[in-house]
């Protein structure tokens, strides 16, 4: 069984910054594209960033120079950073991403976590 964790998530001053954090765990035998996505109170989900297993990554208009996403391959583990930080900014944020399992190593499957919550306010 495979989980993904978010964490880092909390109530941060308009400005100010923020690193959330993406596990993965369980049988996993290799982890593809992962991505962040973000959902405000009566809004759809949004897909914030998007980073491929070889580090190319992709932004939402939005967050373009202010958000950057990362991942530590070894530690199964994606990242983050959020800068510069705007009430716009507040939501739930999910990370996913296709995994392969030991069980089947050559089928990507998605998996999503439970979200952590970023408010931005003053």
């Known amino acids: 069984q495979v989980q993904l964790v978010e964490s880092g998530g909390g109530l941060v001053q308009p400005g100010g910054s923020l690193r959330l954090s993406c596990a993965a765990s369980?049988?996993?035998?290799?982890?593809?594209?992962m991505d962040w996505y973000r959902q405000a109170p009566g809004k759809e989900r949004e897909l914030v960033a998007t980073?491929?297993?070889?580090?190319?990554?992709n932004y939402a208009d939005s967050v373009k120079g202010r958000f950057t996403i990362s991942r530590d391959n070894p530690k199964n583990t994606m990242y983050l950073q959020m800068n510069s930080l705007k009430p716009e900014d507040t939501a739930v944020y999910y990370c996913?991403?296709?995994?392969?399992?030991?069980?089947?190593?050559?089928?990507?499957?998605?998996?999503w976590g439970k979200g952590t919550l970023v408010t931005v306010s003053s």
């Open positions: 980073i491929t297993k070889h580090d190319t990554t």
């Open positions: 369980g049988n996993i035998f290799s982890i593809y594209n």
């Open positions: 996913d991403a296709y995994i392969a399992t030991m069980g089947a190593p050559s089928l990507g499957v998605r998996y």
